[in-house]
């Protein structure tokens, strides 16, 4: 049971457009959101996070957007830049308990 | 650098055996994760400890184990390989405390490349 979900296995944006990046969850304790990035041959990297008494969390080129009642969350990231270009991982947690992972989303930023 | 450091980075091993692989968590985070990176499937949750103790389990096999030591390190043991274990193994870990009243992310290692022939 997949409890969180990306279903873009991939993207591809134009350098200097807006990237956005989708996520759903299905469990409704989840209380944290996690946004990751990915290189080859690296571990992975925290983003951004929103906790789920908000519904925006904004950090430079970064915004996550939450929203509950469609158990939805999106990474919007502008404007899209060529070291943008990873995979990007959206993660959930339940009262600080395990982070689960989405299978990602592989952003290509065209120049 | 995440200040999580994970040995070995690649291993390369037969059918049947059994691995040890280790991670020492950043300065004074407590709790430890493990996870499975296998192709096209994402970063599957094996197992998290606290503190010394295991805190939530996740798709871990029972041909797989783990332990977190007094000094905090963890260990994640696999046993009688099969091909299909060939994955990346991470390990994070995170400040987290029973008392802690913020949230906070997990810092990831490089992650060990486990190859299985």
């Known amino acids: 049971d997949q409890q969180v979900k990306q279903n873009s296995p991939s993207l591809s944006v134009q350098e200097g457009r807006i990237s956005i990046l989708n996520c759903d969850y299905t469990n409704s304790m989840f209380d944290y959101f996690l946004w990751y990035k990915k290189y080859p041959a690296e571990g992975p990297t925290f983003l951004i996070s929103?906790?789920?008494?908000?519904d925006k969390n904004e950090d430079g080129r970064f915004t996550v957007f939450l929203n509950k009642s469609a158990k939805h969350l999106s990474l919007h990231i502008v404007p899209s830049q060529p070291g943008d270009s990873a995979v990007y991982f959206c993660?959930?947690?339940?009262?600080?308990?395990?982070?689960?992972f989405g299978k990602g989303t592989r952003l290509h930023i065209l120049p | 650098d995440s200040g999580v450091t994970q040995t070995p980075k690649h291993l390369i091993t037969a059918t049947g055996q059994r691995v040890t692989l280790r991670c020492s968590p950043r300065s004074g985070d407590l709790s430890v994760y493990w996870y499975q990176q296998s192709l096209d499937q994402g970063l599957q949750f094996l197992i998290q400890?606290?503190?010394?103790?295991?805190?939530a389990k996740g798709n871990i096999l029972e041909r797989f184990s783990a332990q977190q030591f007094p000094d905090l390190h963890s260990e994640l043991n696999l046993s009688s390989l099969e091909l299909g274990d060939s994955a990346l193994y991470f390990c994070?870990?995170?400040?987290?405390?029973?008392?802690?009243?913020?949230?906070?992310?997990?810092?990831f290692g490089q992650g060990t490349r486990l190859t299985v022939v």
């Open positions: 400890y606290y503190n010394g103790e295991e805190r």
């Open positions: 994070a870990s995170s400040p987290l405390t029973r008392d802690s009243l913020g949230y906070t992310e997990a810092f």
């Open positions: 929103i906790s789920s008494i908000k």
């Open positions: 993660a959930a947690s339940a009262e600080r308990d395990k982070i689960i």
